[in-house]
């Protein structure tokens, strides 16, 4: 467990609160627009709303995810994928949820920086000189966004380690920020304090001020959305550190949110400012000539937390292609840690779909009306798998039930506040959740359809036949060593496809046949192999067991187990005679990749056909084996085998008779 640390407290405030703590630059913008503007409010409307805004970060935020689901670690690493490992041998089904909330959270991450960087630029209007020169053109704003943006996901390639680690002392800045101006603007109406009181915010609920009704909780949730991205950014500095800073950021967040509150109670009735379009009490209440620092900082703000949630998608994208829930995608490590990864695919598409939301909704007013569907989804699939992780540790099921069916009816109620944001954009986040929903579903059940009906043979029937090939002087030698990649290697059982490789397709005659599985494990870091000979010196089965978070280097982990193997005296050292490197022992290696075609002979239903093929069209775009089990430099020979799944269809041909 990661001790605390004043670097971690320092990373958490960085990695973990990037887009809890931007909520402060829109959620009361939101509350305030959709009530009409400031001519809307009265101080019951506002107290309720801060109200509103206190306990959904009390009792979301700090009470289910800070005190209930940090605990629900897979060995330090959290986040939905890892809460799943945790409980997936409590039904099979609950592959459901886990994919439902991940499809989400990826789709969540589209958003995200549209929204917090449109409203920090928006901010520019503030500056006296800015909108004297553009006044309210919008169009400038959002040249100004999406040149942020292109940056921002260009410079990913290049990791984030030097970058990285000013984000914390620069997201301590920023909290510190949100708590003076809080503070500077609270200290002119203490009667604010009445928020913490949770009568007037169950009041608004029931308020014919409250022109939304149970809907404002929509824009309400907006405080919340960035409590899953604590979650599953939980690996990187702990649960320790981020308990401890959480009650700092918190305390800025919500003498913020209680500044905004005293500001609109004291301006509500002013004539000039109900004028203001799109205005926001966020950047309206700071003290005079302290607009261009306010947007600055705001800006590189709503950078940081849109890097973290760039960072948090590709982690989650590598975490479900282990899983096999997703096709293998090329990852990049930049950074000096295996937490700093980059994927090109993925970070297209996130700049293509990001980009198109500004273009699309212009403003932040209509993108945050898109806003939050989608993240209240993944909040309730994360409650749903808690109630097993609770069952599966022991707890009383009462306390599961209670637990489940509080914040289960609370995120219910929020996610149907919220439905109504569907017909304001949030179908571009559904459709993008259901579209990576669609892939996970075909890849998932792909797997599954295969796995059941594999052909596999038990590789004991045929250890003459590849003792004699071995010493059959009459072929040439193919390679010294031929590796396999298996999906599955249990009972000493190989698919029949790589036998026929051997044997049928082109005789391979070599001196070590190499069987290598690779397992992924539950734990997120696990580097560990086992090694079965069958009583031979020429035929391999390695088991190479994976976590779910490291990087499958098949080359470099062969090379160490065929040394440790001739150290040990199991397998007869390969001297080579020509070799750059005097003494070489060790012989070359082909790695033979069979590349699955569907056969027209399978005898499948209609719609498990359409999945296989659907499965096999997305394999197209995948990464290469070569660079997803690093071999790249490596001799690397391609196969392709028909790939027949369950019957094989019987042909009608008949002989024609002269």
């Given at each position: 467990?990661?001790?605390?640390?004043?670097?971690?407290?320092?990373?958490?405030?960085?990695?973990?609160?990037?887009?809890?703590?931007?909520?402060?630059?829109?959620?009361?913008?939101?509350?305030?627009?959709?009530?009409?503007?400031?001519?809307?409010?009265?101080?019951t409307f506002i107290i309720g709303a801060v109200s509103l805004i206190f306990w959904t970060l009390t009792l979301l935020t700090t009470i289910k995810y800070v005190v209930i689901a940090l605990n629900a670690?897979?060995?330090?690493?959290?986040?939905?994928?890892?809460?799943?490992?945790?409980?997936?041998?409590?039904?099979?089904?609950?592959?459901?949820?886990?994919?439902?909330?991940?499809?989400?959270?990826?789709?969540?991450?589209?958003?995200?920086?549209?929204?917090?960087?449109?409203?920090?630029?928006?901010?520019?209007?503030?500056?006296?000189?800015?909108?004297?020169?553009?006044?309210?053109?919008?169009?400038?704003?959002?040249?100004?966004?999406?040149?942020?943006?292109?940056?921002?996901?260009?410079?990913?390639?290049?990791?984030?380690?030097?970058?990285?680690?000013?984000?914390?002392?620069?997201?301590?800045?920023?909290?510190?920020?949100?708590?003076?101006?809080?503070?500077?603007?609270?200290?002119?109406?203490?009667?604010?304090?009445?928020?913490?009181?949770?009568?007037?915010?169950?009041?608004?609920?029931?308020?014919?001020?409250?022109?939304?009704?149970?809907?404002?909780?929509?824009?309400?949730?907006?405080?919340?959305?960035?409590?899953?991205?604590?979650?599953?950014?939980?690996?990187?500095?702990?649960?320790?550190?981020?308990?401890?800073?959480?009650?700092?950021?918190?305390?800025?967040?919500?003498?913020?949110?209680?500044?905004?509150?005293?500001?609109?109670?004291?301006?509500?009735?002013?004539?000039?400012?109900?004028?203001?379009?799109?205005?926001?009490?966020?950047?309206?209440?700071?003290?005079?000539?302290?607009?261009?620092?306010?947007?600055?900082?705001?800006?590189?703000?709503?950078?940081?937390?849109?890097?973290?949630?760039?960072?948090?998608?590709?982690?989650?994208?590598?975490?479900?292609?282990?899983?096999?829930?997703?096709?293998?995608?090329?990852?990049?490590?930049?950074?000096s840690s295996i937490g700093q990864m980059y994927i090109p695919a993925v970070n297209f598409i996130l700049w293509i779909a990001c980009s198109l939301v500004v273009i699309t909704f212009r403003t932040s007013?209509?993108?945050?009306?898109?806003?939050?569907?989608?993240?209240?989804?993944?909040?309730?699939?994360?409650?749903?798998?808690?109630?097993?992780?609770?069952?599966?540790?022991?707890?009383?099921?009462?306390?599961?039930?209670?637990?489940?069916?509080?914040?289960?009816?609370?995120?219910?109620?929020?996610?149907?506040?919220?439905?109504?944001?569907?017909?304001?954009?949030?179908?571009?986040?559904?459709?993008?959740?259901?579209?990576?929903?669609?892939?996970?579903?075909?890849?998932?059940?792909?797997?599954?359809?295969?796995?059941?009906?594999?052909?596999?043979?038990?590789?004991?029937?045929?250890?003459?036949?590849?003792?004699?090939?071995?010493?059959?002087?009459?072929?040439?030698?193919?390679?010294?060593?031929?590796?396999?990649?298996?999906?599955?290697?249990?009972?000493?059982?190989?698919?029949?496809?790589?036998?026929?490789?051997?044997?049928?397709?082109?005789?391979?005659?070599?001196?070590?046949?190499?069987?290598?599985?690779?397992?992924?494990?539950?734990?997120?870091?696990?580097?560990?192999?086992?090694?079965?000979?069958?009583?031979?010196?020429?035929?391999?089965?390695?088991?190479?067991?994976?976590?779910?978070?490291?990087?499958?280097?098949i080359n470099v982990y062969v090379r160490q187990i065929i040394h440790d193997l001739m150290k040990q005296g199991r397998l007869p050292k390969q001297p080579q005679r020509y070799s750059l490197t005097p003494?070489?022992?060790?012989?070359?290696?082909?790695?033979?990749?069979?590349?699955?075609?569907?056969?027209?002979?399978?005898?499948?239903?209609?719609?498990?056909?359409?999945?296989?093929?659907?499965?096999?069209?997305?394999?197209?775009?995948?990464?290469?084996?070569?660079?997803?089990?690093?071999?790249?430099?490596?001799?690397?020979?391609?196969?392709?085998?028909?790939?027949?799944?369950?019957?094989?269809?019987?042909?009608?041909?008949?002989?024609?008779?002269?």
């Amino acid at each position: 467990m990661k001790k605390i640390s004043a670097a971690g407290l320092l990373v958490a405030m960085g990695v973990v609160y990037g887009d809890i703590g931007t909520s402060p630059l829109y959620v009361m913008k939101a509350i305030t627009e959709d009530n009409g503007g400031l001519a809307g409010l009265n101080p019951t409307f506002i107290i309720g709303a801060v109200s509103l805004i206190f306990w959904t970060l009390t009792l979301l935020t700090t009470i289910k995810y800070v005190v209930i689901a940090l605990n629900a670690d897979n060995h330090g690493e959290g986040g939905i994928f890892s809460l799943y490992t945790l409980v997936r041998k409590g039904g099979k089904y609950l592959i459901i949820p886990a994919m439902i909330g991940g499809a989400a959270l990826l789709a969540d991450g589209i958003l995200t920086p549209a929204v917090t960087v449109t409203t920090a630029i928006e901010g520019l209007r503030g500056v006296p000189q800015f909108f004297e020169r553009f006044g309210n053109d919008q169009s400038i704003i959002v040249w100004i966004t999406l040149g942020i943006i292109f940056v921002l996901f260009m410079v990913q390639r290049f990791g984030t380690d030097v970058v990285g680690k000013a984000f914390g002392p620069v997201m301590f800045l920023w909290f510190t920020f949100l708590g003076l101006m809080g503070l500077f603007n609270f200290s002119q109406d203490w009667t604010v304090i009445r928020a913490l009181n949770p009568y007037y915010a169950i009041q608004l609920l029931m308020s014919p001020d409250n022109k939304l009704g149970l809907f404002i909780l929509g824009n309400v949730f907006l405080a919340t959305t960035g409590a899953e991205a604590l979650y599953s950014d939980l690996g990187h500095i702990g649960k320790l550190n981020i308990r401890a800073s959480w009650p700092y950021v918190k305390i800025c967040l919500v003498l913020n949110y209680f500044g905004q509150a005293a500001w609109l109670i004291n301006n509500y009735q002013n004539p000039e400012l109900q004028q203001i379009e799109n205005l926001n009490p966020f950047f309206q209440m700071l003290p005079a000539g302290w607009m261009i620092i306010g947007v600055v900082f705001a800006t590189v703000a709503a950078v940081i937390a849109s890097q973290a949630l760039i960072s948090g998608s590709f982690t989650l994208v590598s975490e479900a292609i282990k899983l096999k829930l997703m096709p293998r995608l090329n990852i990049i490590y930049p950074g000096s840690s295996i937490g700093q990864m980059y994927i090109p695919a993925v970070n297209f598409i996130l700049w293509i779909a990001c980009s198109l939301v500004v273009i699309t909704f212009r403003t932040s007013h209509h993108m945050e009306a898109a806003y939050g569907l989608s993240i209240t989804v993944t909040m309730l699939m994360t409650t749903a798998l808690l109630y097993f992780y609770l069952i599966q540790k022991g707890r009383s099921h009462f306390l599961a039930h209670v637990v489940t069916f509080f914040f289960g009816a609370i995120e219910i109620i929020f996610f149907i506040s919220s439905v109504v944001k569907f017909f304001h954009g949030g179908f571009v986040a559904v459709l993008m959740a259901l579209i990576i929903l669609g892939i996970m579903l075909i890849w998932e059940r792909g797997n599954k359809i295969k796995e059941s009906v594999a052909e596999e043979v038990p590789l004991k029937e045929y250890l003459p036949q590849l003792a004699a090939l071995r010493e059959d002087t009459s072929l040439p030698i193919y390679q010294t060593n031929v590796v396999f990649l298996v999906p599955n290697l249990e009972n000493d059982e190989v698919g029949k496809q790589f036998i026929y490789s051997i044997l049928d397709k082109r005789p391979k005659r070599a001196k070590v046949y190499w069987f290598v599985h690779v397992e992924v494990t539950d734990e997120p870091y696990t580097k560990e192999f086992q090694v079965d000979m069958m009583d031979t010196d020429f035929v391999v089965q390695v088991k190479l067991f994976l976590g779910f978070r490291m990087e499958q280097e098949i080359n470099v982990y062969v090379r160490q187990i065929i040394h440790d193997l001739m150290k040990q005296g199991r397998l007869p050292k390969q001297p080579q005679r020509y070799s750059l490197t005097p003494g070489r022992e060790v012989g070359d290696f082909q790695f033979i990749v069979i590349d699955e075609v569907l056969s027209n002979l399978t005898a499948l239903s209609k719609w498990d056909r359409q999945i296989i093929q659907a499965r096999l069209a997305i394999k197209h775009y995948a990464t290469t084996p070569e660079k997803w089990f690093g071999l790249e430099y490596s001799e690397v020979k391609h196969e392709s085998v028909p790939l027949i799944i369950g019957e094989t269809r019987k042909t009608a041909l008949q002989e024609r008779r002269a």
